[in-house]
């Protein structure tokens, strides 16, 4: 019998399977880039900038930003000193984007936070025990999403004499638990009948460590994804109220930055930067959560990578 020469296949290292690079997910690179140079330019713009620009009455009024004339009659020419320009309240704008940026960002964790530990006891016990439980949970969930939860936000703010980052993020959650109650309720119903809970109830673990030791480690990446658009979904709702005039009053936000620009006329008067900028930052942070969100899901469900390996 011939003999097979196997000794060059002795030190190859077996081929690496698509699997194998999944955190390599091309959405959440690009993603976390985003959010993380947003991240920098607060970081950095707080070491090198003079954040007290953002308060009222610290800079020249209406200078646009560096490289553009003047819109009209009334505008100084644009400063150096100024590279973003000034508003018609003298507040530099780089400063207002340094301070308002994180604000804004932290309202919508807070508030995404609060949903995802509510939504995440409430999903887990109906979808674990299941019963009257589990349709009393369903029903309460399903009640609250169909509630327009802008306009009661809306009413409740108009009543609360002062708004600061924390009671927005508190407004907000409010309505932030349903939609991740929905989904952990949905992943607990198909992972109950996995072999490992099984084992777990024969071996007589109680419903508390049942959820904790088993169920919830392999809800991690559910939650994250679920967080990340929250947080853009709370953000949004944040900046829509802040546009009405119904946001932190004392504290600079990117909303509160757009409800001053249309109450100034800041589109009929020319000054894009002030209404255009803080948007802008909202748009980076918005897609940037996105792509997070779309990789997550990319991760926790294998059907949906490109490779097609499940």
Known sequence: MKEVDLSIHQDTPPPRRPRDYAWLNGKLIAGAALLLAVLLFVLLGRLFWDVTLARVAS???????VGFDAPGPGFEPSQSAHPLGTESS????????????????????????????VGTMLGMTAGFLGGWVDAVIRICSDAVITIPSLAVLIVISSYVSEIDIKSMGLLLALFAWPGATRVIRAQVLSLRERGYV??????GASTP????????????????????????GNILAATG?????????????????????????AILRGMWWWWG????????????????AIGLDELVNPRLRSGGDA
């Open 90 to 117: 003298g507040r530099d704008m780089l400063a207002l984007l340094i301070t308002g940026t994180p604000n804004s960002l932290l309202i919508g964790i807070i508030a995404a936070a609060i949903g995802i530990v």
């Open 277 to 292: 900028l803080p948007i802008l930052m909202l748009m980076i942070i918005f897609i940037g959560l996105f792509l997070i």
């Open 198 to 203: 099984q084992m777990a109830r024969l071996s």
């Open 241 to 265: 109220l802040e546009a009405l005039g119904l946001g932190p009053s004392r504290v600079p936000t990117l909303g509160m930055t757009i409800f001053y620009a249309i109450r100034g006329a």
């Open 209 to 232: 460590e049942i959820l904790i030791c088993e169920l919830l480690p392999n809800l991690l990446p559910f939650l994250a994804a679920t967080f990340t658009a929250s947080v853009s």
């Open 59 to 65: 800079c020249p009024l209406n200078l646009p930003p």
